[in-house]
């Protein structure tokens, strides 16, 4: 298991699905143009406390991030929290809909 390429691979994969360009971020990071750039291309990994703040930039948990069987991390935190304020019944109506939705 290549464990460089999974992890630029995510990592490019969870900043597309930002919608935000390697330049942007890397800058965004206080990193220079092409610092995002090169972790995506496997020429560099990045030291413990610039991932932690990628996470950060990415809104999402370093576990969410090592988490890829999860397609959409901060989408799937948020809908988490706004179901803790769903009353059992209504919960299960949403698990009754997503049951229905793994079927197809």
Same mark, same amino acid.
């Given at each position: 298991?290549? !464990?460089?390429?999974?992890?630029? $691979? /995510?990592?490019? %994969? &969870? /900043?597309c699905r %930002?919608?935000?360009?390697?330049r942007?971020?890397?800058?965004? +990071?206080?990193q220079?143009?092409? !610092?995002?750039? /090169?972790?995506?291309?496997? =020429?560099? &990994? #990045?030291?413990? =406390?610039?991932?932690?703040y990628i996470? $950060?930039? &990415?809104e999402?948990? #370093? %576990?969410?991030?090592?988490?890829y069987?999860?397609?959409?991390?901060?989408?799937?935190? $948020? =809908?988490? $929290?706004? +179901?803790k304020k &769903?009353? !059992?019944?209504? +919960?299960?109506?949403?698990?009754?809909?997503?049951k229905?939705? +793994? %079927?197809?």
């Amino acid at each position: 298991m290549n !464990y460089d390429k999974e992890f630029s $691979e /995510r990592l490019c %994969k &969870l /900043r597309c699905r %930002k919608g935000v360009s390697a330049r942007d971020m890397s800058l965004s +990071l206080g990193q220079n143009a092409s !610092y995002i750039n /090169r972790i995506e291309n496997g =020429t560099a &990994l #990045p030291s413990m =406390t610039s991932f932690f703040y990628i996470c $950060e930039y &990415l809104e999402i948990s #370093p %576990k969410d991030f090592f988490d890829y069987s999860n397609d959409a991390p901060s989408l799937a935190a $948020e =809908t988490a $929290e706004a +179901l803790k304020k &769903l009353d !059992y019944v209504q +919960l299960g109506h949403i698990m009754n809909i997503v049951k229905d939705i +793994l %079927k197809k």
